[in-house]
């Protein structure tokens, strides 16, 4: 968005999540950066970040706040500098609605969802499918809502990749995400040994880091096939793991990692559940990927059948790369300018 002549864009942040597996890039960005050392879970109750946007508020056409419960007070303290300032207008890009622990909906979520609605000028959602469903269910107006899919840079993977098949002899899952437990590490191994079984030469690469990486430490002790590569967030270390994994398989909350498979142009596998984000939406089953509802064995032979046949194989990862491709930062900068935009 940086780069776009036209875009003058500020980022406002905090300190992030403490001991989740997260790692800050150090860039020369083309934005301006105002951090704040205020963790994640503070940040919309903060007094400092509420100063902080005073101070900035009426700098911009636009002010985006994250539609999260924590958030909640900012949104309002936003729309007290409203008043002061109508010409500014605040969005958000987000989930269709807010959900509890273990994807629940509760009323308060939808409570909260539909003030933020009520409240915003504008809500911006990561897929159509988010967008038509929040409006088919009257949480939001139609008229104040759009869509822009969610993404990742594939710009920055273009320097050090392009697409090619995994190699046809040496099959590798790939799992890419954080160290926690929505992300069901436990069932990865389990999948991972029954597999192994079936494909003696198979390896696993794990991309991460965080709280649940003690699971890993036993079967990293004996088994040397199981990679642990820690937090990476440099494509230029992650495009070798990738380039030689077969498909990236994640059994639990799965997110931007399916548009980081894709953008390899590998398939991602992940198991049916409700805590998953929007971007569940870019699978499209028995194509470029499987969101499993059977049983163990069902989907142990589902995942076995893709590693090892080579011209299915190939079928999905080329698919995956043609739903990369559609998924592209500069889509997602077009499409979420259009949304700002539309009179």
């Known amino acids: 968005m940086a780069n776009d002549a036209n875009v003058e864009l500020t980022i406002l942040s905090g300190a992030g999540r403490d001991k989740m597996g997260d790692q800050e890039i150090d860039d020369n960005w083309k934005f301006e950066h105002i951090k704040i050392n205020v963790s994640k879970k503070d940040f919309g109750k903060s007094k400092i970040v509420r100063n902080e946007l005073k101070s900035i508020f009426d700098n911009f056409d636009w002010v985006l706040i994250p539609a999260e419960k924590k958030n909640l007070l900012l949104l309002f303290y936003a729309l007290k500098l409203k008043k002061n300032n109508p010409s500014v207008q605040l ?52 008229n104040k809502a759009f869509w822009a899919n969610n993404t990742i840079d594939n710009t920055e993977i273009a320097k050090f990749y392009s697409f090619h098949l995994p190699p046809n002899d040496n099959p590798r899952i790939v799992f890419i995400g954080r160290l926690i437990a929505s992300k069901k590490i436990e069932v990865l191994l389990e999948y991972y040994r029954e597999l192994k079984l079936r494909i003696p030469n198979l390896k696993l690469d794990i991309i991460g880091d965080g709280p649940e990486k003690s699971i890993l430490e036993p079967i990293l002790k004996v088994d040397i096939d199981v990679f642990w590569h820690g937090t990476l967030v440099d494509e230029s270390k992650i495009a070798p793991i990738m380039s030689n994994g077969s498909l990236v398989f994640v059994p639990g909350h799965s997110g931007l990692s399916i548009n980081h498979a894709f953008a390899y142009g590998r398939p991602y ?25 059977g049983d163990f064995k069902t989907n142990i032979d589902t995942i076995s059948k893709l590693l090892i046949n080579a011209n299915e194989l190939e079928r999905f990862c080329v698919n995956a790369k043609q739903k990369g491709a559609s998924l592209s930062v500069q889509k997602w900068v077009n499409q979420l300018k259009s949304s700002l935009l539309h009179e």
Do not use: M
Not at 106 to 118: C, H, M, N, V
Not at 276 to 286: K, M, S, V
């Open 269 to 293: 596998i992940t198991l049916k559940g409700l805590s998953h984000a929007p971007e569940l939406d870019y699978i499209d089953n028995e194509e470029n990927g499987y969101v499993l509802a």
């Open 91 to 142: 969005f958000s890009y987000n989930h269709p609605i807010l959900k509890s622990k273990n994807g629940k909906i509760t009323f308060l979520d939808k409570l909260i969802t539909k003030i933020y609605y009520k409240k915003l000028d504008r809500v911006i959602f990561y897929t159509k499918q988010s967008c038509d469903w929040a409006i088919s269910k009257k949480l939001i107006n139609s």
